[in-house]
């Protein structure tokens, strides 16, 4: 990877994080997510709705598919990028999937995730990569991640969240 292409997968993670500040404001998870077309537009920003909205598919990830996949044709969204702070979960993993986004980029692994979120009942994570779960399907969907030199950026959002 570039030096210019490590940069820009920094700036928009820091877009996921902004986002996942907007979420925890909102009495949500503290994750956020971005897509981004394949000219680098941002196209849309999800956090997380679970908790307010009570949906147990309120994964920012899974939110995002679901409005992407109405917006956009799945060709186009193979062209593009959703960026995570977090590495996508097991359901948002088969969301990018089914949806079609060929690449994903997220900051901090799943398995640091569950050491942030230890035992409370919100995030019950799985220790299944992303990488794992795309690796079994029939599509080479790119997977970038995770960028230590972010960490404490996307960390400092859930400080204080997690009991």
């Known amino acids: 990877m570039s030096g210019n292409e490590k940069e820009l997968h920094l700036f928009y993670i820091r877009k996921c994080v902004e986002v996942s500040r907007k979420a925890r404001s909102a009495g949500n998870t503290p994750f956020g ?3 981004v077309g394949p000219d680098g537009d941002v196209l849309m ?18 939110s995002l598919m679901q409005r992407a996949s109405h917006e956009y ?21 088969g969301a990018i999937y089914w949806g079609n986004v060929g690449r994903v980029v ?5 398995r640091r ?3 942030l979120t230890g035992d409370d ?7 299944m ?18 960028f ?16």
Not at 106 to 110: K, L, P, Q, R, V
Not at 151 to 163: C, F, I, P
């Open 73 to 93: 044709p799945k060709d186009f969204l193979w062209r593009s990028t959703l960026y995570s702070t977090a590495e996508p979960c097991a359901m948002c993993t």
């Open 129 to 146: 990569p992303c990488r794992d779960i795309l690796a079994r399907g029939r599509k080479p969907i790119e997977v970038v991640g995770p």
């Open 121 to 127: 009942e919100q995030n019950p994570t799985l220790d």
């Open 45 to 62: 920003e999800q956090g997380n709705v679970e908790i307010t909205a009570r949906v147990c598919t309120g994964h920012a990830e899974t």
């Open 106 to 110: 997220y900051g901090i692994s799943e």
């Open 33 to 35: 997510c971005v897509l």
């Open 148 to 163: 230590p030199e972010i960490e404490h950026e996307v960390v400092a959002v859930h400080e204080g969240y997690w009991k």
């Open 113 to 115: 995730l569950a050491e």
